[in-house]
């Protein structure tokens, strides 16, 4: 059977949600195209602490970035390829976005996509978001959320969720399942419990490499299954692209929708010229301060970065403008290849935007849909280095919280940047260059007004100038929310299968 009502690309985290609302209703066939094998069974997937065992192994497509002149060129993006998608690889902090991201989209032509209209959606979600459980809260991690409330007069925060903030420090709420540690992801939330529908099919390591085409209808998505067989999966009512922000513009691209001068100058038959394919790449860039400890710390642990600070510096700004994550290990990746060493045992703390300026862009360098598409993030490139600026101030703010009680009386050293870097300049050179992601690119097919031409989809996520095919995930986001983008998307997913449901 290769013809359905509707036909997922992606079963991750924008895909699972809809493809288990769609077949909510038995009338409804639906095809699941996963280019990753299933997570049921699989500790290592399933366990949320051993996410760090994930980065760059075999459910990675792990993609690399383009030179960046003012950032890190050495940044590698994972992302998941698995059921799940990156929900099933990631940390699981889940922030429902706040008032002021919401209404930004609407104001930048995501019409219905406000607040007061989202809100809904976010008490659907089948996900258990939790607080990070009492037994996981490490003594370490609770000295830091004590001592950053005393040194910024910060409120703290028990519940992210409850309310909108601008300001304060506290322990994240989390997707998982505190007594086992499992994670709380979309495919185990939405898919798990309803894997024996009959209407709903699931094609497991199988490569959707090019969409079918008729006229300007969308038809259906030619796969590779993992048996090596091509097939044409057809869909009688739409196709759902859901394959997240790097796979989503990649796809469109190679089925010859896109950027028209681009895609000719590769040789491929320009289908549909959308010029808004893979522009505004967006992500959530982060740099990284990290202390030796004077000995080892607790065990106990979510996944290693359970509280965080979120401070607003500019008071006018609509909700923070900083933020870091704490994680409970020294976190020296990047910095080791400036030269510095890894201490035995230490911390970090993560300076990240949550509103960045600068915007990036995905594109392709080879008609074959096997080579990787080049990832540009254009990091630190905004022209007023609001980007840099913001993580030098972070610098300054991380240090003088570790400078205060109950935090200080655990650290030794400081060991990146060290305490001989105090310029602006040295900091920001640092900051950069030390640079790593929290992997949230999005934006890679935005969403805006029915008239914007540099949109790609409307705000019922269709594709400008296509019928039959929406997109859903990460890649629609016209800008980035201030906090970690998953709820967002599941969120997206949520309002997704309502507008499909609709229609039907
Ligand atoms: C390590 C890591 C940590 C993170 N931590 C957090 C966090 O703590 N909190 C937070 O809010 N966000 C976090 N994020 C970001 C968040 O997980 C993502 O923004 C979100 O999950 C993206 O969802 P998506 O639906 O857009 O894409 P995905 O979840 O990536 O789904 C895309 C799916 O499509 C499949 N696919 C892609 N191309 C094809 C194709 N051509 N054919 C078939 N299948 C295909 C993939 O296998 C995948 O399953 C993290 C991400 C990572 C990687």
Not at 274 to 300: A, F, Q
């Amino acid at each position: 059977m290769s013809e359905y009502d509707y036909v997922v690309i992606g079963g991750g985290t924008a895909g699972s949600v809809i493809a288990s609302r769609l077949t909510e209703n038995p009338d409804v066939r639906v095809a699941v195209i996963e280019g990753g094998p299933s997570d049921v069974d699989r500790e290592d997937v399933l366990t949320l602490r051993r996410w760090m065992g994930l980065l760059g192994g075999e459910l990675d497509y792990d993609y690399p970035t383009t030179e960046q002149p003012r950032g890190n060129s050495h940044i590698r993006h994972s992302r998941a390829r698995v059921l799940g998608g990156c929900s099933s690889h990631n940390t699981l902090i889940s922030f429902k976005p706040l008032p002021s991201d919401w209404d930004e989209w609407e104001q930048a032509g995501a019409k219905g996509w406000g607040a007061v209209q989202m809100e809904a959606y976010y008490a659907r979600l089948l996900n258990n978001i939790v607080a990070v459980d009492e037994a996981d809260r490490n003594a370490i991690a609770r000295d830091f959320v004590d001592a950053a409330q005393a040194a910024l007069g910060v409120p703290r925060i028990e519940g992210f969720n409850k309310k909108p903030f601008d300001e304060g420090v506290g322990f994240f709420d989390l997707a998982y399942h505190p007594e086992n540690n499992k994670r709380s992801s979309a495919s185990v939330a939405y898919l798990h419990p309803f894997l024996d529908r009959p209407n709903l099919d699931i094609w497991l390591e199988t490569w959707a490499h090019k969409l079918e085409f008729d006229g300007s209808r969308v038809k259906g998505v030619h796969v590779r299954t993992k048996e090596g067989e091509e097939v044409l999966v057809k869909a009688k009512c739409e196709v759902l692209l859901c394959a997240g922000a790097v796979d989503s513009p990649r796809l469109l691209m190679h089925s010859g929708v896109g950027p028209k001068a681009d895609l000719e100058k590769l040789g491929i038959p320009v289908v549909h010229d959308l010029p808004g394919v893979g522009e505004n790449l967006l992500d959530h860039p982060e740099s990284v301060i990290v202390w030796e400890t004077n000995g080892p710390i607790p065990e106990n642990s979510a996944m290693d970065s359970d509280a965080g600070l979120f401070v607003r510096r500019d008071p006018e700004h609509q909700g923070p403008d900083l933020m870091f994550h704490f994680y409970q290990v020294p976190f020296t990746d990047n910095p080791e290849r400036l030269g510095y060493e890894r201490p035995e045992h230490g911390v970090s703390m993560t300076p990240n935007i949550p509103k960045p300026k600068s915007r990036g862009r995905i594109y392709l360098t080879s008609a074959d849909p096997e080579v990787k598409p080049a990832l540009d993030f254009r990091y630190f490139t905004d022209e007023d280095d609001y980007d840099g600026r913001t993580l030098v101030d972070g610098i300054k703010i991380a240090r003088e919280i570790a400078k205060t009680e109950p935090l200080a009386n655990w650290l030794k050293r400081e060991v990146c940047p060290g305490p001989d870097i105090t310029g602006d300049d040295e900091l920001s050179e640092y900051a950069r260059k030390v640079a790593h992601t929290v992997y949230h690119p999005a934006g890679t097919c935005r969403m805006g007004a029915v008239d914007d031409e540099l949109a790609v989809v409307d705000p019922e996520l269709r594709i400008r100038g296509l019928d039959g095919i929406r997109i859903a995930d990460a890649s629609v986001f016209p800008t980035m929310p201030a906090v970690n983008p998953m709820i967002g998307v599941l969120m997206v997913g949520e309002k997704a299968a309502e507008l499909l449901r609709g229609d039907a």
